[in-house]
């Protein structure tokens, strides 16, 4: 008798715990469905998110993004001129390919390789919650980085100045810098004007062009480098369809640029055969000295704010007021 007591005691106690470990439940659960009533609705975009959109379409990012992969040099030079820090760079290998303004703000990163075929695998051993690619360079790879992390897709080795200050815009908003990103923007108006008040010979025409050994490559007002020449008010000679197009010696020649800027990738060029031949001589560029060797990383890699405004600095003190 005296242990069925104590048993029903225990059941009964048993049961009295079970009971009121039931209600507390129902409680946090009433509690939890009255919280989900009350941030309704749910279409609003929750605090912190980002929407930008890009040139595929709309990113959002579920908050701003800490580790950020860019794909080119360009896209660093935006981020940096922002203050932020990417954790990998599609770099060629080659640091010496930064600007030194750029370079000087970068601390460590990872590099992801070739900025034509960056190594997915590595991209994704990062972590990112953000990567930055060119519709053009990287169509290939974008399925496989928005299989990693959302991937901002901006069309930037095709695009002239005034698509790389929208691109700029896009970048500063993605990475929660936007009032910056303003800020800064004006900033590299005024020293833009600025540049271009000191420009007293931009009536002349002016070429930039990549030379390498195989060849001379003019770069219209189509391209971002012409169209900032176009910006600061010279005339492209050029006049091509094309962004990048490759020019003979006779080509140049008809073309008869008054000025040349010269970005060498190498030692020597091309140019260093066509300076033997009596038709260099008769470029207008070539008879009044107006050919200036300029460095590509600045002149052509780092499409950003900080390599337009080296463009504009390498101008004046070539082409400036005296």
């Known amino acids: 008798m005296h242990h069925w007591i104590n048993r029903a005691l225990r059941t009964a106690l048993l049961l009295v715990f079970t009971l009121s470990l039931a209600a507390c439940g129902q409680a946090a659960s009433t509690n939890q469905a009255s919280n989900n009533n009350a941030n309704q609705p749910s279409a609003a975009p929750s605090e912190g998110e980002i929407t930008v959109t890009d040139a595929q379409g709309t990113v959002t990012l579920p908050k701003t ?4 992969i860019t794909m080119d040099f360009s896209f660093t030079d935006m981020l940096v001129t922002l203050g932020v820090q990417p954790v ?24 992801v390789g070739s900025r034509y075929e960056p190594n997915i695998e590595l991209v994704s051993s990062l972590k990112p919650d953000l990567i930055i690619a060119d519709i053009n360079k990287h169509k290939n790879a974008i399925t496989q980085m928005q299989a990693i992390a959302p991937v901002l897709v901006l069309d930037d080795f095709q695009a002239d ?4 200050l929208k691109n700029y815009a896009i970048i500063a908003k993605a990475v929660g810098k936007e009032e910056e990103g303003k800020k800064r923007l004006q900033e590299h108006e005024a020293k833009m004007a600025e540049a271009k008040s000191k420009i007293k010979s931009n009536n002349l025409t002016v070429l930039p062009a990549v030379v390498n050994p195989k060849g001379f490559f003019g770069h219209s ?9 176009a ?6 000679p050029v006049k091509h369809d094309e962004s990048y197009p490759q020019l003979t010696l006779e080509q ?9 800027f010269l970005m060498p990738t190498e030692e020597v060029t091309i140019v260093n055969q066509w300076e033997t031949n009596p038709l260099w001589q008769k470029i207008d560029a070539v008879a009044n000295n107006n050919v200036y060797k300029v ?5 052509a890699l780092s499409r950003g704010m900080l390599g337009s405004e080296k463009i504009a600095e390498d101008i ?6 005296k």
């Open 65 to 68: 993004p800490s580790r950020i």
């Open 88 to 111: 990998g760079i599609a770099d060629d290998d080659s640091p010496e390919l930064f600007m030194d303004s750029v370079k000087s703000q970068l601390t460590d990163y990872t590099s």
């Open 161 to 164: 100045y005034d698509q790389m």
């Open 221 to 229: 007002d189509h391209s971002y480098t012409g169209s900032v020449l």
């Open 231 to 236: 910006e600061l008010g010279f005339a492209d």
């Open 252 to 260: 140049l020649v008809e073309t008869n640029p008054q000025a040349l």
């Open 295 to 299: 460095e590509r990383r600045n002149w």
């Open 316 to 321: 004046v003190n070539q082409l400036g007021e």
